[in-house]
């Protein structure tokens, strides 16, 4: 099984629309969480880390949820500038280094 | 600040052929990574260092050698290059371990080898 599972997408979805995406961790012992985003051909970046009991940033909500080990991010109103991959990551077993999930990848739509 | 640069940023290489790819930092980071990405693979760990003269195997570290002498650099070496690493590299960066501080990745260096 692999560390992190994304379901890939593509997700297509109409501006002003909110989006939810998903991801799975095989280790019940991680501790840190995060939601990266990358851009076309672009380096990744880090939108926002994901606290226990779930974080805002404008309009992008994490959550987690460790009895099921999954983790959550809600796009609200979505813009055309949001398209990207986002990549769900947990730390690894070793702690030195992070897990990158596949990536999900949205398409806002005018 | 540039934050983290990688050179070159592209590369095209015959089968055989060795290179080095080198990652600088300006942000006084301890902890610098260095990690392929194909398409339907996502990002996989090839090797890290955890400080100035230090380095550690990730995830897929066959074909590849790193060091790490002075603290701001990384670098990426393949001794002998073979068409399976034909990908995208990119290194990145973290003040301490990478659990409790931000990665900060470069912009990436596209590799092909034929």
């Known amino acids: 099984r692999k560390e992190v599972e994304q379901d890939p997408g593509p997700f297509n979805v109409p501006e002003g629309a909110t989006v939810a995406f998903n991801c799975t961790y095989s280790?019940?012992?991680?501790?840190?969480f995060f939601w990266y985003r990358q851009d076309c051909r672009k380096e990744p970046k880090l939108l926002m880390s994901?606290?226990?009991s779930g974080n805002e940033d404008g309009r992008f909500t994490a959550q987690l949820n460790r009895a099921s080990q999954y983790i959550s991010l809600l796009i609200r109103d979505s813009k055309l500038s949001d398209s990207a991959t986002y990549l769900c990551?947990?730390?690894?077993?070793?702690?030195?280094?992070?897990?990158f999930g596949k990536g999900t990848s949205l398409l806002v739509t005018p | 600040n540039a934050g983290v640069t990688q050179t070159p940023k592209f590369r095209v290489l015959k089968t055989g052929q060795s290179m080095t790819l080198l990652c600088a930092q300006d942000?006084?980071?301890?902890?610098m990574y260095w990690y392929r990405q194909d398409p339907g693979m996502g990002l996989r760990l090839i090797h890290y260092?955890?400080?100035?003269?230090?380095?550690a195997k990730g995830e897929v570290p066959d074909g590849y050698n790193v060091s790490r002498l002075k603290k701001q650099n990384f670098l990426l070496g393949l001794e002998s290059a073979a068409p399976s690493q034909t990908s995208v590299y990119f290194c990145?960066?973290?003040?301490?371990?990478?659990?409790?501080?931000?990665?900060?990745f470069g912009p990436g260096t596209r590799l092909t080898v034929t």
């Open positions: 990145a960066s973290s003040l301490q371990g990478p659990s409790s501080y931000e990665q900060y």
């Open positions: 990551v947990v730390n690894s077993r070793s702690g030195y280094a992070l897990n």
């Open positions: 280790n019940s012992a991680s501790q840190s």
């Open positions: 260092s955890v400080g100035e003269g230090t380095t």
């Open positions: 994901v606290y226990s």
């Open positions: 942000m006084n980071h301890e902890y």
